[in-house]
């Protein structure tokens, strides 16, 4: 099985209590569109392309907020149609062929799955119309540092400057920022609950677990991590992003290139 495939599979499996449980996802897509419409001072886009819809937590926003002629929404798998007119793109954003003219390539929490995300910011650079917009958010490296601590099992998250340098070649940055969010639980094993019921487990944090391994994951978490009250903390590290398609233009020598 692929690693798509794996991840496909574990927010498939997640997808009745993705929801209800994804907290910092859902303050994720409310700050990402937040930036969007401060950046831009836009509501509509004619031609739209959300990468990683999964059931639609960031779809249904959006549509609340800007009008759009035509809709494009893209996962690795299927589910309840968010907008019913809107074309399905069913496969890794890596790999799928994107429509073009787009005036606004948007995610919210999915760019930290994508293997190469320079190779990624160019083909979203050459589906945009000129003067295009690309806003996502996805994490950096702090993000549930808990459990990469002491599972030695967790995703390489880019830092903000790396992502912002990328993104720099093809685009002007219209918005930055980052924040870091501490959730508290009442146990470690709470925790672990959370992340199945996000999907997350597609880390390797969903691996089986013995009795002796989780009995000493468990003493561990709330030795490191534990609080006054008896709770123990989750990590997450927020990254957001707006980004304008800059401008081609020709040089002295007839050349292209962009500002």
Not at 62 to 90: G, H, M, V
Request: aromatic share 10%; proline share 4%; hydrophobic share 45%.
């Amino acid at each position: 099985m692929t690693g798509h495939q794996v991840i496909a599979r574990r927010f498939r499996r997640s997808g009745a209590t993705y929801e209800r449980s994804a907290l910092i996802q859902e303050r994720m897509a409310e700050r990402l569109l937040d930036d969007l419409q401060r950046a831009t001072a836009r509501d509509s886009f004619a031609r739209v392309l959300e990468l990683g819809c999964g059931g639609g937590l960031l779809t249904r926003k959006l549509q609340s907020r800007i009008a759009c002629e035509k809709w494009f929404l893209n996962d690795l798998y299927r589910t309840a149609q968010p907008l019913p007119e809107a074309e399905f793109l069913l496969g890794p954003a890596e790999e799928i062929r994107f429509p073009d003219a787009l005036e606004l390539v948007i995610a919210n929490a999915v760019l930290q799955w994508v293997r190469d995300w320079t190779a990624l910011f160019e083909k979203v650079a050459t589906a945009l119309a000129p003067g295009g917009i690309f806003a996502f958010s996805s994490f950096g490296p702090e993000n549930l540092r808990e459990i990469r601590e002491l599972t030695g099992v967790g995703l390489d998250y880019p830092a903000a400057p790396e992502l912002a340098a990328g993104l720099e070649r093809r685009f002007e940055l219209l918005a930055a920022h980052e924040e870091r969010v501490e959730l508290s639980f009442a146990s470690p094993a709470a925790v672990l609950a959370h992340l199945k019921a996000t999907g997350v487990t597609a880390t390797g944090a969903g691996r089986r677990w013995s009795r002796a391994r989780l009995y000493a994951f468990e003493q561990r978490y709330c030795e490191q991590y534990g609080t006054a009250s008896g709770e123990v903390v989750l990590t997450y590290h927020p990254l957001h992003f707006v980004a304008k398609l800059r401008a081609e233009v020709r040089d002295s020598a007839g050349k292209c290139c962009r500002r």
